[in-house]
């Protein structure tokens, strides 16, 4: 199967043009991920972007994720999804902006009231049509009975899984397979299903948030996305915070629990589920990245679970 990495511009004009049934104008590819590649192009004077990956999956669940979109969480449209080129695409509206990991200190503080407003559009949409826990798939649903069931299932190494065969490559590395042993006895103890059921992302920055002053102008790649505890989002931007350093990241929470205040609401056991949504985080890392045998991010995220749970 063709992926993200093997297709390139003139395949996208190619693909394109026999899809579409006239030439489109400027093909340029305008990103990649680890499982699609994305190239922008214009067709009728609309402003698109096709994604070619070997997992039909993420392209459903951003198009199912739409429905999800407000003012607060602009979600770009899929518009079509079908097989291409040994795997599949997917054709959508197309959003400017930059990056949300790559903004300067001084933007980042003017864009904290959108980012609260975001997270808050995410922990209230509305899912009573949905069922489940965690990863949800092409019909909404997610498959967990409880968020402690999907936090616990970071242990798993199935064939079915797409970084299958993490185990064993961890165990190459002392220090990440300790810290994983480690981490995972520690949210055993700690996790606990008396959490609400909310809508996450998981992988805010990772250029999935495009922003333009202090406005988001987009919300992209739920292919991470799953249902469950809230501050899973904010402990995303906790977790990562050093390699941001230009993001204060203690302001968003500042400014995220003035909100909850002024709504007159207030997360019970919010350090408890935050430790806990922090383990995850990390233990999911350093399966990751020892299926890619990145050793020296691996150590990295190793002392990061350390240094948040003080272990």
């Given amino acids: ?25 400027q093909v340029v590819q305008i990103g990649e991920g680890a499982w699609s590649r994305c190239f922008g192009f214009s067709c009728d004077g609309q402003a ?16 199912l994720a739409h429905a999800y ?25 197309r959003v400017y902006g930059l990056p949300l990991e790559e903004v300067s200190a001084e933007q980042w503080m003017a864009l904290l009231p959108a980012v609260v407003a975001a997270l808050e559009a995410l922990r ?5 049509a949905t069922v489940g826990f965690g990863g949800w798939g092409a019909d ?7 968020w402690a069931s999907r936090l616990l299932s970071v242990d798993q190494d199935t064939p079915d899984q797409r970084s299958h065969g993490w185990r064993e490559r961890l165990a190459r590395s002392s220090h990440g397979a300790a810290t994983f042993a480690w981490g995972f006895d520690l949210l055993k103890k700690i996790v ?31 292919g991470c996305s799953v249902y469950g505890d809230h501050l899973y989002d904010l402990a995303w931007f906790e977790f990562w915070a050093p390699w941001h350093p230009q993001l204060n990241v203690a302001s968003l929470r500042s400014a995220l629990e ?7 609401y207030a997360p019970e056991n919010k350090d408890a589920r935050l430790l806990a949504s922090y383990l995850h985080i990390g233990l999911e890392r350093l399966a990751y990245h020892a299926y890619l045998e990145n050793w020296e991010t691996l150590a990295a995220i190793a002392d990061r679970m350390r240094a948040l749970a003080g272990g």
């Fill in 69 to 93: 979109a407000t003012p607060d969480l602009p979600i770009p449209q899929v518009l079509e999804i079908g097989p291409a080129l040994d795997g599949y695409y997917a054709i959508s509206q």
């Fill in 140 to 146: 909404g649903n997610a498959g967990h009975s409880g």
């Fill in 192 to 222: 606990d299903d008396a959490v609400p059921r909310c809508l996450l992302h998981c992988d805010l920055m990772n250029r999935n948030v495009l922003v333009d002053g202090a406005r988001i102008t987009g919300v992209l790649d739920w």
């Fill in 1 to 25: 199967m063709a992926n993200d990495h093997t297709i390139d511009v003139q395949q996208a004009r190619s693909f394109l043009t026999d899809h579409l049934g006239v030439e489109p104008a």
């Fill in 258 to 264: 003035q909100r909850w205040l002024e709504k007159g």
């Fill in 48 to 63: 698109l972007v096709i994604r070619f990956g070997p997992y039909v999956d993420d392209f459903q669940k951003d198009q």
């Fill in 124 to 128: 209230t949409a509305d899912l009573t």
